[in-house]
């Protein structure tokens, strides 16, 4: 089915873009993670990559020409296929302005009406920050965290807050100077694209007057503020709770504690009633916990001791039972969306198989020998996988409802574990890359993905992924597919035990891998000749040096 690509918001204060240069022409085809044009923003020229795979069918903009947000950019489908009614329905840029002009003057109008009165109601100076469109498909967004608060001086370039979008937690940052005056969603919500995020200006602006502005402005952006601003309170007191996490002790006394350390206290079993928090107002944070030493239980209380029978006392465990609901962040909403997704739309099987790891392990003690090497055992891994997805083309496939879409390139995805959840940085063209460049590569992403500072390009177009989870000891694990991939590799611990060589038994290093395929693509047979062609990589690394 075709899809309608549009241009895209590539900067928060972006309205217009121009196509500098089509990297594609039309009857090409695309692959998801593909460049399709260079755009020119108000800010710089930027790469648009696609997010659909297909045959570009039709451009909308022409390069040198531009167009508002939103036109129609591109439309990518199935070769041959008709696309009539998308253009007589979308039609090209100019076209959908005149029908627009045309039939939908209302609409046209209160588009235009939020910019028009601007200027009138909203002070010089004074910029409105929204929720930006970080990524193609994202339509809501979720702040983080704050990096800023009320009355910090911002400079252009300093970032503002920390964004969940649907594929990446990214730090988004100020394209204006002047003091933060207003902040609309709080720490841990979301909001639409295009919501009002934050305002800058001059020290000192009437906030409320351009919240009124915004409001009889008719714009949606202004709904989040006209609503805080009339419920001020309730308001104040939500966030209060959300920066305060307070809780309450036996004794129905409040007791303030940061986010941060009612965390690390939960996951060290310490009750807060027992902590002296040495913050602001008696609030515990998270020095108070680290530094934290259980006292010893202290003697019954005198009216318990009279209350209870001349018998040796029966020490009764005393709590109190506690559950917290954490609001799902915007990353886990759509892993549980995509797991599920495969997990119920693919048919799974597991094939599983174990590795004689010695002449691995001598092989790679040999080369970390040598000056400025380090190659990991997961490096080797991820080696005998591109090479064995040559030679098995049937497992870098893509189920496409009526065909296959055969990889022929190898995009090897490595899934990291984040904060947040599990995040998987793609490593291109990873058959003609040797093992020390995979690690170094491997590295490299997974660093910025902890830190986040990955892009979201550079987590899209995997046609394999690859899931390890050998260094926590575990040894034997399956995994899900990670669509559209066609197969997931779960790889276990090497363990140390007796095996059986040449009728002896002797001292061994095994390891188990796990291949999870999705039936439609991937036989029982293929998947299993491919765990063959595996295997003799990894027991023979030499192969893998040619």
């Known amino acids: 089915m075709a899809e309608v690509i549009n241009m895209p918001r590539l900067s928060d204060t972006m309205e217009e873009g ?7 022409n039309v009857g090409d085809k695309v692959e998801e993670g593909d460049i399709l044009a260079e755009i020119e923003t108000d800010k710089a020229t930027m790469e648009f990559e696609s997010f659909h795979e297909g045959t570009l069918l039709h451009i909308g903009i022409q390069e040198g020409e531009g167009a508002p947000v939103d036109s129609l950019l591109a439309i990518i489908g199935e070769e041959g296929e008709d696309i009539s009614g ?23 109008a209160e588009e235009s009406s939020a910019p028009a009165s601007a200027p009138a109601d909203i002070p010089e100076g004074v910029e409105i920050v929204t929720m930006p469109r970080l990524s193609d498909t994202m339509e809501e967004g979720t702040v983080a965290s704050w990096l800023k608060s009320v009355g910090d001086e ?54 409320d007057a351009i919240l009124k502005a915004q409001a009889s402005g008719g714009s949606s952006k202004s709904a989040p503020k006209q609503e805080a601003s009339k419920e001020e309170a309730p308001k104040a007191e939500e966030t209060s709770k959300k920066e305060e996490a307070a809780s309450t002790s036996q004794d129905g006394q409040r007791i303030f504690a940061s986010p941060l350390a009612k965390k690390i206290a939960e996951e060290k079993g310490i009750n807060l009633a027992d902590v002296k928090g040495t913050g602001d107002n008696g609030r515990i944070v998270k020095k108070d916990i680290e530094n934290f030493t259980p006292a010893a239980k202290s003697a019954p209380s005198a009216d318990k001791t009279e209350a209870t029978p001349a018998v040796a006392p029966v020490a ?21 969306k995509r797991l599920g997704e495969s997990k119920f739309s693919a048919p799974h099987y597991y094939l599983t198989i174990e590795v004689d790891m010695d002449n691995a392990k001598a092989s790679r003690a040999q080369i970390n020998n040598l000056p400025d090497t380090k190659v990991s055992f997961n490096d080797m891994v991820l080696k005998a996988c591109a090479m064995a997805l040559k030679k098995h083309p049937q497992v870098n496939t893509s189920w496409n409802g009526d065909s296959m879409l055969y990889k022929h390139h190898v995009h090897m995805g490595v899934a990291v ?29 997974a660093g910025r993905a902890r830190n986040k500072k990955i892009k979201p390009d550079e987590m899209e177009g995997s046609t394999f992924t690859v899931s390890n989870l050998g260094m926590f000891g575990i040894l034997e694990f399956t995994s899900i597919i990670n669509q559209p991939n066609s197969a997931i590799l779960s790889v276990g611990a090497i363990v140390d035990k ?49």
């Not at 947040?420 to 690690?439: H, M, N, R, W």
């Open 18 to 24: 121009t196509v500098a240069k089509w990297l594609k």
């Open 86 to 108: 998308l253009l007589n329905g979308s039609g090209s840029p100019s076209e959908a302005a005149k029908e627009e002009d045309a039939s939908e003057p209302e609409a046209e």
């Open 154 to 207: 911002v400079e252009e370039g300093d970032i503002l807050a920390e964004i969940e979008t649907d594929k990446a937690t990214m730090e988004f940052e100020s394209f204006y100077s002047g003091t933060l005056l207003h902040i609309g969603i709080q720490e841990g919500e979301g909001a639409p694209v295009d919501s009002l995020l934050a305002i800058i200006g001059p020290e000192g602006t009437d906030v």
């Open 316 to 336: 009764l465990p005393v709590g109190e039972e506690s559950i917290e609901e954490v609001k799902n962040s915007t990353m886990r909403k759509v892993i549980a």
């Open 417 to 445: 574990a984040v904060d947040e959840g599990l995040v998987v940085p793609v490593i291109k063209f990873a058959d003609q890359l040797s093992l020390t460049q995979l690690g170094t590569a491997v590295k490299d992403l």
């Open 498 to 546: 007796p095996v059986v060589k040449n009728g002896e038994i002797v001292p061994g290093s095994t390891m188990k891998i796990t291949l999870a395929c999705d039936h439609r693509t991937v036989d029982g047979a293929t998947g299993a000749q491919f765990l063959q062609t595996l295997r003799a990589y990894l027991e023979n690394p030499v192969t893998m040096l040619a």
